[in-house]
């Protein structure tokens, strides 16, 4: 009898629920990313920007914030619990914050202030990344396990950041409906052929390398994309170059345990589409010269030998210098890292698109 009343229950409580949530009609708002710190709300400061259209900075150094929008501006800090709202003080009763390396803000200001002063649009279209050619992508994080690749004076390694950044390249090409594998998803070594294997079983239309980059001279910094080049003086400077950095920087703070460093895993790019790769690379690089504050070295080729057969477009990025003292404090920075992995989609999304348009004016 008890077991009976309460299927009934059960299905009056489902019933209702139906009832409350059928019409088809209800439209339906945008949900914000939420997250709960110390016993208060937050919402994402990125998400409510690009809901809202409102152009935003951050500074990574000073950790100041700033929100502009037709001739309201927003000026905050992360860490404090005043804001400048169009040049009036506005005091908060939780501070902003970061979480996982992202700007939030607490629900009560979002409500009582953003809301009423930025009113809410509807977001731009942004048309996805897959064209009639790119629909899978494979993400190699380079090194990992016993190989940490090279490690900076504060001892980040390459190994992990490469992998966070893969990690959040993954997420944010997963939510533009890409298919997206990763040769490796924790802190674990792969050689290279296994590497080799799972690019070839995916069967993917692009493939990129995540490297942070070392050199004995201390004050060389940038960002670079490496791609396949057909030069046999390439070939022969880029493995030297790489060798060099591993047996020069051996036994020091940015030593390797891998004998070839990079030198082996530019090995996979071999045979990928070449001149696809170039493009693929200028547009990442100008991605990053407009979303970043850094040198951009550009894009070099070199020429090896190992993965044979696949002819997609591929790259090598390198983040940036490690021996380098200003690149690895921001590197550390996991809000950096985020920049960088929505830098390379955004190149991704541009070529991409290149790519569309082409296709539509054969």
């Known amino acids: 009898m008890k077991t009976k009343k309460l299927l009934i229950l059960v ?13 088809a009609t209800v439209p339906t708002r945008e949900v914000l990313p939420t997250y709960n710190l110390n016993g208060t709300n937050y919402f994402s400061l990125v998400s409510l920007c690009n809901l809202k259209n409102i152009e935003w900075e951050y500074d990574v150094f000073s950790r100041r914030v700033t929100l502009t929008k037709d001739s309201h501006r927003i000026n905050l800090m992360v860490g404090e619990k005043i804001a400048l709202v169009d040049g009036l003080p506005q005091y908060l009763k939780h501070p902003v914050d970061l979480y996982q390396g992202a700007v939030v803000i607490p629900a009560r200001f979002k409500e009582e202030v953003i809301d009423s002063l930025f009113k809410e649009t509807l977001p731009s279209y942004r048309p996805p990344l897959v064209s009639i050619n790119i629909k899978k992508v494979v993400i190699d994080p380079g090194h990992g396990g016993n ?12 190994k992990d950041v490469a992998l966070d950044v893969a990690k959040r390249l993954d997420r944010l090409l997963k939510l533009q ?16 052929s ?5 690019t070839r079983r995916a069967q993917p239309d692009l493939f ?14 940038g960002f670079e994309v490496y791609y396949i ?3 046999i003086d390439d070939f022969k400077r880029a493995r030297e170059t790489a060798l060099e950095e591993n047996l020069h920087l051996a036994g020091s703070c940015f030593a390797s345990s891998s004998l070839y460093l990079k030198a082996t895993l530019w090995d996979m790019i071999y045979n990928y589409n070449r001149a696809e790769s170039i493009e693929l690379g200028r547009a990442i690089c100008r991605a990053v010269d407009r979303n970043l504050d850094t040198r951009i070295i550009g894009i070099k080729g070199a020429n090896f030998h190992v993965l044979r057969g696949e002819y997609i477009p591929a790259v090598l990025v390198e983040m940036g210098f490690l021996s380098n003292y200003n690149e690895e404090r921001m590197l550390k920075n996991s809000y950096y890292r985020q920049r960088i992995a929505e830098s390379i989609a955004d190149g991704l999304t541009n070529y991409g698109r290149e790519c569309a348009l082409a296709e539509r004016e054969k």
């Open 177 to 192: 409906g890409l298919d997206v594998v990763l040769t490796r998803s924790s802190d674990r070594f792969i050689p290279l």
């Open 194 to 198: 296994t590497r080799v294997d799972i």
């Open 11 to 23: 299905i009056s409580y489902w019933l209702l629920i139906i009832g409350l949530s059928g019409c």
């Open 208 to 221: 990129i390398s995540i490297h942070a980059n070392a050199n004995r001279v201390r004050g060389l910094s």
């Open 229 to 231: 080049s057909s030069g």
């Open 147 to 158: 190989d940490p690749g090279a490690i900076g004076r504060l001892g980040l390694r390459e």
